[in-house]
């Protein structure tokens, strides 16, 4: 059976999309950071008081490398690519930031003495795939990295690059896993032992499990075994893959994260112990649904991680010059926002007079997952709605504007303006099956499944309703007629897949398909959780 709707329970963590965590304590306060990919802002840092309760506090970088992948160039793109799986690390006074981006194969290394930043950028000689960072007593520094074979490489001092004459070795090896081998590494030193977490698959099918090997030194023998095999009683959806962290009163919880369908794959905060020097997740193999957590911090109220804005604000004038960057770090939006790759901020504008955002086109293409300047926010579990006012009147012939659930298998609702007026139309991406694997080729046009004739009306309400549900993975598209709300076209499945490899997200959106200089212009945009 699945279901999540209980009351009173921890998990499952933020409800949205935040994979491959990684967390840290510094004092009395969490760090957790997240896969990112595509999204920019990128690297998103989150803060807690609890373990339970997240917001967001920094995003790592603006802009990664401006390739022309990154900025959506003609038909270039970088979905299911960009910075995957970051190692956060906070070693004497100084933050650390170690991710590689699959499609620079680049690994980077970022630097900041406050979590807030500024943020300082470089490179590490080679590529370490799901990297974790360890600062071991003797000042020398090692990454762990790899996929079926776990590799330890040690660093030099300044982190550059491989130490020459320093410690590369393989730590562990699994080879008998057709599904997935061990990665997801998260590497640590506790009690004098060190510790290497990974994640694999069963061997006799596709499933979700986290594991741990422990050894005396860095360069002896790692044994160990699976630790956890739990779905929550989630449609078969296991457990696994993240960091662990301790309390200052002592005690250990991990955080890893659960594949949840099409909204993406969520944190799960699980209670861990040691039973002499290896470490138990849960209780007899399990999370449970209720267990002690830290306390929360009296009074104080978490900025939610997603939410309404009616872009009258922004970090200009939002009279709080001292948390304006946690509050407005979108490039002066809302810190729930952000970009489908790298931005043009020159095509976009914010009126906060009059409460609208604004984007103008200047390159063709024909869908919506090509579209510069999308403006994002994840979806929520059990489900969420989101809706939008459209300005049309500045569109051109054949251009599109409106609101999409931004996935490869994408569905939208817009204007588009044509030689006889404007019409309201539903678009959607079918997926050809609701499986993991990336469906084949990269056509993303997509197909028309309802139309409406507007004739001179310009100015329209829409909504996207969606439902997560056991996997249900379902999205309803509508209009306001001024009377109310009337569906347009059919119920659009939804899918997580690895061509895009992220959660679906609202996208607020603008495209042109025969000539480039149209705007479409957008306010009071509201959004509500299930």
Known sequence: MCDWNKENIVNPLTRMDYPDPDVIRVEDTYYMVSTTMHFMPGCEILRSYDLKQWEHISYVYDYLDGTPGQRLEGEAQIYGKGMWAASLRFHKGTYYVIFVANDTHTTYLYRAEDIRGPWRKSTIQGFYHDCSLLFDDDDRIYLAYGNTEIHIQELKADLSGPKEDGLHRIAVVDVQRPCLGYEGTHFYKIGGKYYLFFIHSLKERWRRVEACFVADSIEGEFTGKDVLNDDRGYCDQGVAQGGIVDTPDGRWYGILFQDSGAVGRIPVLVPVHFEGDYPVFGIDGKVPVEFETPKERPGYSYTPLAGSDDFRQNADNCGLAEDAKRLYGCFGLKSCWQFNHEPDLSLTCQDTEKGTWRVTTDKLCDNVTQAKNTLTQRMTYPGCSAQVTVDGSLLKCGDYAGICALQGCYGMIGLTKEADGYYLVMRGKAPEDVSLQAKGGTD?????????????????????????????????????????WTLLGNTHKLAFKLDHFTGCRFGLFVYATKETGGSGVFGDFRYEPA
């Open 444 to 484: 993303y046009h997509g197909q028309e499944y309802g139309r409406v004739f507007l004739g001179t009306r310009a100015n329209v309400r829409l909504k996207i309703d969606i439902d997560f549900t056991n996997m249900k993975d379902e999205a309803h598209f509508y209009y306001h007629t001024g009377e109310g």
